[in-house]
């Protein structure tokens, strides 16, 4: 299991949204907006990592 850090980010949202003005629906956008942002490298990454796997196992096979 991995360890997830909250941002900095994220405590401004949520001190906006308990503080100030941001409303609950702009928040839950906000954190999703955050995520998405997040997820698109990592995924990008997990890609890579599956293309390099497989082509290096086509490269394995006996011809």
Request: hydrophobic content about 35%; glycine content about 2%; charged content about 30%.
């Amino acid at each position: 299991m991995t360890s997830q850090h909250v941002t900095q980010e994220v405590i401004d949202a949520y001190y906006e949204y308990t503080h100030l003005t941001l409303d609950r629906r702009k928040f839950a956008n906000k954190l999703r907006e955050m995520a998405e942002a997040d997820a698109k490298p990592r995924s990008i990454v997990i890609e890579t990592g599956w293309v390099e796997l497989r082509l290096d196992t086509e490269n394995k096979l006996p011809q």
